[in-house]
């Protein structure tokens, strides 16, 4: 079974543009999470999704920050204008309702902003 | 608010046994589970705590007292592709899908 798809896997751009992460959940499952990970903060929940909607978005850092999820395939995590203290890896997840089951991570988006 | 804590690093030998503490303060709870990452990869799940007690998976077992706030990650017979960082994550009771992760605690398996 497919896993969990993000791309790109790295990104390199400067400052002030658009940078737009992508993120296919696992067939089935109705919950999908954005993370961000870097040494300082550790694994941050920025965003999340249950069947398309979001729930609960307090961990946006700012407005530069927005994602979306127009259909259950498919999520964007947009930053424009990016900064360099956004440079950080950018983790996708997703998991169904059952209580017991966890979230499963894809390989993530490995974000440098100059 | 929250708040999980583990120690930063633990080392250890090739072949013994470590455990791996997690203390937890949380607005309720719903559950805990441990991910083990490896440098530049993402979590994989490793095992997942709701009640008391023990939960045996081959060489990796998890503990979990929800009177204390408390689970322990024990690693067995200790290989070094076990190096990595284990994540400590505790879903919180007031909103289903979001977990909470610690800071992580990175691993050394020496030979």
């Known amino acids: 079974d497919a896993g969990v798809i993000q791309s790109p896997r790295h990104e390199v751009t400067e400052m002030g543009q658009e940078v737009t992460l992508r993120c296919k959940p696992i067939s089935g499952h109705d919950y999908l999470f954005w993370y961000r990970q870097t040494m300082m903060r550790g694994l941050e929940l920025l965003i999340y999704?249950?069947?398309?909607?979001?729930?609960?978005d307090s961990g946006m850092p700012e407005d530069r920050f927005s994602a979306k999820m127009p259909n259950a395939s498919f999520s964007t995590l947009k930053i424009q204008p990016s900064e360099p203290r956004d440079s950080a890896v950018y983790f996708c997840?997703?998991?169904?309702?059952?209580?017991?089951?966890?979230?499963?991570f894809g390989d993530g988006t490995r974000l440098s902003i100059l | 608010g929250q708040n999980i804590d583990q120690p930063t690093e633990m080392t250890a030998t090739e072949g013994a046994i470590v455990q791996i503490n997690c203390t937890y303060q949380?607005?309720?709870?719903?559950?805990l589970f441990w991910y083990q990452q490896h440098a530049g990869e993402a979590p994989t799940f490793l095992s997942y705590?709701?009640?008391?007690g023990l939960e045996e998976k081959g060489r990796f077992s998890s503990f979990l007292s929800r009177s204390k706030g408390y689970s322990y990650l024990l690693l067995k017979e200790l290989q070094m592709k076990d190096s990595a960082s284990y994540l400590c994550a505790v879903r919180v009771a007031d909103s289903w899908g979001k977990l909470q992760f610690g800071a992580g605690t990175q691993v050394v398996v020496t030979p």
């Open positions: 999704f249950n069947n398309n909607v979001p729930i609960d």
């Open positions: 705590n709701v009640l008391d």
């Open positions: 949380t607005s309720g709870f719903n559950g």
């Open positions: 997840a997703s998991n169904n309702r059952a209580s017991n089951q966890p979230q499963h």
